[in-house]
């Protein structure tokens, strides 16, 4: 009786769980994975190559500009903070760029939501001289405005270059929001409205939440651009400003001699956060992309 009763309380052992057996690789699949591969290195390589010689001396770099490193140390990250201006260059293109940013996300999204809600023949005007922003080459705008900001006082500051960088990525970021805007229905408004809500309280609490996914990847775009961006900062700050990085890296190229352990450090320093912005957020931006082109 006791060995039955053992019986039917013991568990019965489950079976050896099988593994799943793993798909052989076609051929077309193996042919996708080393050009994949051969791409991949041909993009890196630069990146490879200006990593290396940032730890590499100048006569090195000159001697054999293809060798590798007899050493790594820091010695190049150092001296590109104490020899020349690129610390301030690094602050300056840090200031830039986020007050560009903030003040893109807080006018860009109100005024296209203004330019679809309000309608009319008014709104489709400001729509229209927006999109006609897109159209204009830069250099067309460039020395009227570095007359006007001159007359102002504003050349070779750094509030000259945010406004610059605000108009012509507002252009854009219209474009991007209006066709997002279409998709969100109206009557979420009309029941906040019901509620005792304002336009300006409807917006904020209401529409800009749903506008987050469209907004990383307005946010992702101009915050790499900001970041990189060379002629602007050029052409607006004269050589009694530092510049941003990439200005910063370019003045140390001579007519005669050029500091390539240096300019290799700072090109490396550079591209650290541009890589870490879009790695941490690339699902976003590509999320921000995909809904913003169906809304569309």
């Not at 922003?133 to 405005?145: A, E, N, S, T």
């Not at 506008?211 to 052409?235: R, Y």
Request: aromatic share 10%; charged share 10%.
């Amino acid at each position: 009786m006791s060995t039955e009763t053992e019986l039917l309380v013991t568990p019965k052992q489950s079976p050896a769980r099988r593994r799943p057996k793993r798909k052989k690789l076609t051929v077309g699949q193996i042919v996708v994975m080393v050009v994949l591969a051969v791409l991949v290195l041909i993009v890196a390589s630069p990146v490879i190559y200006a990593l290396l010689n940032s730890f590499r001396s100048y006569a090195e770099i000159t001697m054999d500009p293809m060798g590798l490193p007899t050493q790594f140390t820091l010695d190049n990250y150092i001296q590109l903070f104490q020899q020349t201006d690129y610390g301030e260059a690094l602050v300056n293109t840090l200031i830039i760029t986020v007050a560009t940013v903030v003040l893109l996300i807080a006018i860009v999204p109100m005024a296209a939501y203004g330019i679809e809600r309000v309608g009319g023949r008014t709104s489709r005007l400001m729509y229209i001289l927006f999109i006609a922003g897109l159209m204009i080459p830069f250099q067309v705008r460039m020395i009227p405005l570095v007359k006007g900001f001159d007359d102002v006082g504003l050349y070779s500051t750094l509030t000259s270059v945010v406004l610059v960088h605000l108009g012509g990525a507002a252009s854009f970021g219209i474009l991007l929001y209006c066709s997002f805007i279409k998709g969100i229905p109206i009557e979420v408004e009309e029941a906040a409205n019901m509620d005792g809500a304002g336009r300006l309280r409807t917006f904020w609490s209401i529409v800009f939440p749903m506008l987050l996914p469209v907004t990383s990847a307005f946010v992702i775009i101009q915050a790499l651009g900001l970041w990189n961006d060379f002629f602007i900062p050029l052409v607006f700050l004269d050589s009694s400003s530092a510049g941003t990085i990439n200005v910063a890296i370019n003045r140390m190229v001579g007519l005669l001699t050029s500091q390539w352990q240096l300019i290799y450090t700072g090109a490396i320093l550079a591209i650290i956060p541009s890589v870490a912005i879009f790695a941490a957020f690339q699902r976003y931006f590509i999320k921000g992309m995909s809904v913003g082109a169906v809304k569309g």
